[in-house]
DNA sequence: TAGCAGACAAATATCGACTTTCTGTCAAAG
DNA sequence: CTTTGACAGAAAGTCGATATTTGTCTGCTA
């Protein structure tokens, strides 16, 4: 199984058997910094990852390297690693992007609709809605998956990476401002299903609209909300 | 040194002193990938590279870990590394997001203009105008760093290392073209000095258009005189 | 003759020990 | 009292060897 797979991101919920140490290490360690396990900044030392996840020291190196991919973590050279910083700045920079580059894809997603996609799309709104916890570490990968259902047809897999780059990046500052807050004074729910509905109605421009201001939305709130802003 | 140093990415031309094994191993293949040394879609294997490189296991693997960062590289689970493929339809796609995302961050760049950045990007153009030998490997370092300089102050470092993968994905591809075809018939000397007029003067409109400009006259250049299109 | 099973060869992935580099502390000098 | 230098402990980086996996080739069977 690749390790930078974005079709599939919108599949059943991964089995759970790895089949390599690199990649078990791999996501253990990126769902650590994503949740906030592993705070910002923080100095990754081989030695307690590797007693954490009781594995040798390589495929811990080697899953550190590939994370540097995501911008996950930060690599200095003779220095070891580090968990990727967190700012007010930066957080405003990552929504920036996402909206302008989420815009593109979803654009020419909607350009290039098919019957496949748009069923793909109603599939994953239906498994994220029918999950109730969404707190849980599945609903998570049911939303991007909604997410990134909505941007899978815009035909450009390098433009669907940096996206779902930016978005596990977002999903950290959500955990950081205190997972519980987000989601709770909102109907998220409905925002996605109206950016469904666009969507399937091809309507360009009130699509985008919605899932910008989706985003602005959130955005606000969580900075409403304070962000850590630590090193 | 980090690995993904942005800012100066048009700095002097790196001293070739090399710290880690792995940030030796890290160039080293880099530039076999972007020359065309190592071809689209080739196995990496470890012990060839190993052998090549003259170092051990752990550094090539590290290195080809770094490296799918930048997309040269695929990771292929229990089944190692190879080339990242090549064909017309990558090329178009990554000319396509090259002209969305450097438009982006060179409106934002100008619009955020100083003298410093200004200054620093007709160093930029000077330097690379002075070396004469167009093939040379300086030569494509200070390509990149004049074009990267133009981007520099857009104000985000995601979107400047976007950016800058994407150069580096296109290189590859002048290289597969035929290195000598590029820049001959052309007068791309004249065009860079243009868009760095436009941008001096704060035109956002027209340093723009000259930039998409040149990129897509490269891009139907390269697009005519054939791409390899193997796996 | 086509297809499948098993074994062999090659290459990847992983481990554990060794070397190099860094970091923090303590003492002596200015 | 501050600063500089060296020493010791810790951590990163690297190497060589081993274990697992994959791909291939052969030979048997239907």
Redesign the pocket.
């Known amino acids: 199984m690749p390790v930078n797979d974005l079709h599939d991101a919108a599949a059943l919920p991964q089995t759970t058997s790895v ?6 290490a791999y996501n253990a360690i990126r769902r650590m910094i994503l949740v906030g396990d592993l705070r910002p900044g923080e ?5 307690v990852l590797k007693a954490r996840l009781d ?5 811990v ?2 899953a550190l390297s590939l994370l540097t991919s995501d911008q996950l973590v930060e ?7 580090r968990a990727a910083p967190a700012c007010q700045r930066n957080f405003d920079e990552i929504l920036k992007l996402r909206c302008a580059l989420e815009d593109m894809a979803l654009r020419q997603s909607i350009a290039n609709a098919d019957d496949a996609w748009e069923e793909h799309a109603v599939l994953s709104l239906h498994r994220m809605s029918r999950e109730d916890s969404k707190t849980s570490d599945t609903y998570e990968d049911l939303h991007k998956g909604f997410h990134m259902a909505l941007l899978a047809n815009c035909g450009s897999p390098i433009l669907l990476k940096f996206c779902s780059q930016l978005y596990d990046l977002n999903v950290r500052y959500r955990y950081l401002a205190g997972r519980s807050l987000d989601y709770k004074s909102r109907h998220v729910g409905d925002e996605h299903a109206e950016i469904l509905a666009a969507a399937v109605k091809r309507d360009v421009g009130l699509a985008s609209d919605r899932l910008l201001s989706h985003y602005q939305k959130t955005g606000a709130f969580l900075r409403q909300s304070g962000l850590v802003s630590e090193s």
């Open positions: 089949t390599s140490a690199t990649q078990g100095k990754l030392k081989i030695d594995t040798g020291a390589s495929p190196r080697e690599r200095i050279d003779q220095r070891g690693f």
